[in-house]
């Protein structure tokens, strides 16, 4: 790695357990991820990939076809995107545990998230599955075998009697079936390097580590998401990776998918942070401390969780954090600076070197007219594939809701004349009608428009099981709530109105 290079490698994250887009739309997406800066993939198929045989179940609806699989490694290949494909093969293994058929091979048998490590079945099914997606990766110099939040680790019956034994402990556990997994991908395609996430070795003692041979077969990816990580104890980690024989070390940054489970568009700002945090590390240590960098851009937090942004929401944040990354490298050549301080982002800046320069550029290369750290991007703004999707989503995230609130809970007619009491007893003076239904039928027609306007879009990127969730998710409650209001409006027979009392007229304005 140069010594003007912080991140050599700088890989955009597929999270295809959510939302997977049409290949239609990657061969759309990937020269832009080209020209943003990127130049590899990592492609988390998880239930997209057309697995064959006994696992076939495994298969989503819209599952890739083999075809499509090398369609994309064809179109990855034209922008020069290296694919690194991701297979969970530990944690995070609910697409597969969830199947009746593979059910008994749970660490915890209520929970579908953790693979039994002692089962040989256990090992073979990942192996079947490893096999399978190497075979329509010919060309892959790396394998991502996941590893990470392997929750409940331990606590299986089979796990309960094995620790009982003497000098058995949870990370001796993790580190054999890892170790099992990564020799079985060498012995497979020898010139195959296996990735794993790096949680579940962070707070192993550094003897274990370093003695479980391990280190000798995987490269780790350090992982974090935050805008305030821990430089320092970064920099600490990847020392002690270092000395326990790691002969490379990637990070892991984030350019959506992590700051909600149900977040719509990205804070821009706090992933540039994130990115900010990330370069420091770098610029910290040694020039070859880093192999790469992979920008995730998770799509769900785990199999069963909802819809997080979807990828063209992310693309103005992935294209602001790629140049924030490219900056900082073109910098440090202008400079032909080797003191790893001096490539070190300035105290205080936001942004390090996201400059009204780079600002400029990835405007030019989205067509917006405006990116704006601290708010989503300005409404009907950009030319890239998908912009248009992000227009109508940022719509619907900043005021759907927010409109139908103000009309049933801020309306002064509907909050006095036609409450949730007068509704439920179909209650209302008819003057009221009038002042409540043109307002209801307005906003539901100026939505319903819009609605139908982003329904299109999202049918040109995502298969139909994905609009549907999107649209179920963060659309329709609010439209129900507002054609319920009109259904009880249309239902309501005003009774003979009661005797007069003193007190103002209903029907009288202020």
Known sequence: MSGSTPFQMRLVHLDLKGAPPKVSYLSEI?????????????????????????????????AYSPSEIKEILHLAGLNELEVIPLVQTFGHMEFVLKHTAFAHLREVGSFPCTLN????????????????????????????????????LGEGEASRRWLQQEQNSTGKLCLSHMRAVASGVK?????????????MLRDLPEDQLAASGVPQLVEPVLWDYTADLDVHGKVLLMQKYRRCGFPQLWAASAFKGATGPSQAVPPVEHHLRNHVQWLQVAGSGPTDSLQGIILTGWQRYDHYSVLCELLPAGV????ACLQLLLRERKMAETRGERDPQARRPRDGDAAGGFDEDVKAKVENLLGISSLE????????????????ILALVTQV???????????????????????????????????MVQHIQPAALSLLAQWSTLVQELEAALQLAFYPDAVEEWLEENVHPSLQRLQALLQDLSEVSAPPLPPTSPGRDVAQDP
């Open 373 to 388: 750290k601290t708010d989503p991007v300005r409404e009907g703004a950009g030319s890239f594939p998908g912009s248009n």
């Open 187 to 199: 012995a497979r395609r020898p010139s195959v390097t296996p990735l794993v996430w790096d949680d």
């Open 316 to 319: 103005p944040s992935l294209a």
């Open 117 to 152: 490590p002692h089962e040989a079945e256990s090992l073979a099914l990942v192996g079947a599955m490893i096999d399978q997606v190497l075979e329509l990766h010919p060309g892959a110099q790396r394998l991502h075998i996941g590893c990470d939040e392997v929750y409940y």
């Open 30 to 62: 990937f020269p832009l991820f080209r020209a943003l800066g990127a130049n590899g993939l990592l492609i988390e198929y998880e239930d997209m990939f057309p697995y064959e045989g006994p696992l076939r179940l495994l298969r989503a609806k819209y």
């Open 397 to 431: 995230s900043l005021h759907l809701r927010s409109s139908v609130d103000a009309l049933l809970e801020g309306n002064r007619y509907v909050t006095g004349w036609f409450s949730p009491y007068h509704r439920q007893r179909k209650l209302i003076h008819p003057v």
